[in-house]
């Protein structure tokens, strides 16, 4: 069955750094979405991307954030210069033409 | 603004016996409701949804929905909990734009005891 895969499992990064987080949605999808989970905290929408544009973003997704597919597999998400609030586990979703949005084992990030 | 809330942070209940979590929402227009689960150290994994129809919503391992409109609830249901069920249980409403992101309640920890 096919699923959404997330690299890396586990990023620590120093406040300040740049990071990249990557996705790979299902091949057949065409709505992509970042999400995070702050521990202990419900899981929050970050930004929507579909046709190779922002679709829509949540205030939490400002100019730190930015979202790429640099080809037709991939889908990222760069955070310019990591602050300590960023730790989260990051997860990444697809979804089709349907309503059911499919999610990735996510990637937790941890910024000293 | 759409929203759905989980009063019960935690649910307790023992293997073999019916459990039940709890959704409420508040949505303009008409609701489109979802149910995830969260096992220890991964992602969310979906579980079933309801968009139109029937009020009963059947999904995954067992797992079905009751959507009741009067009552603005789409609690979780199965009728012989397992141990295995034990997990982080969140409801989520989907927004009505293109996007169609979700919003999440806070979660439910499901416990099943043996």
């Known amino acids: 069955e096919p699923e959404v895969t997330q690299t890396p499992s586990h990023q620590v990064t120093q406040m300040g750094q740049e990071v990249i987080l990557r996705c790979v949605p299902i091949?057949?999808?065409?709505?992509f979405y970042w999400y995070r989970q702050i521990l202990g905290q419900k899981v929050e929408f970050l930004v929507s991307f579909y046709n190779n544009e922002i679709s829509e973003k949540s205030e939490i997704f400002d100019d730190q954030f930015s979202v790429e597919r640099p080809d037709g597999s991939n889908f990222t998400l760069k955070i310019r210069s990591t602050k300590l609030e960023d730790s989260a586990m990051y997860f990444c979703a697809s979804r089709g033409q349907e309503d059911t949005q499919y999610f990735g084992p996510g990637t937790r990030l941890t910024v000293l | 603004a759409q929203s759905v809330a989980q009063p019960e942070d935690q649910v307790n209940v023992a293997e073999g016996n019916p459990l039940t979590v709890k959704c409420t929402y508040s949505v303009s227009g008409n609701p489109y409701l979802f149910w995830y689960v969260q096992y220890p150290n991964r992602g969310l994994q979906f579980l079933l949804k309801?968009?139109?129809?029937?009020?009963l919503v059947k999904g995954s391992y067992g797992f079905e929905a009751e959507f009741n409109k009067s009552q603005t609830s789409f609690h979780l249901k199965k009728p012989s909990a397992l141990v295995s069920d034990s997990a982080l249980y969140f409801c989520?409403?989907?927004?009505?734009?293109?996007?169609?992101?979700?919003?999440f309640g806070s979660g439910t920890q499901l416990t099943v005891l043996p």
């Open positions: 989520a409403v989907r927004h009505s734009g293109s996007a169609r992101q979700l919003t």
């Open positions: 091949s057949n999808h065409l709505y």
């Open positions: 309801y968009i139109t129809g029937d009020n």
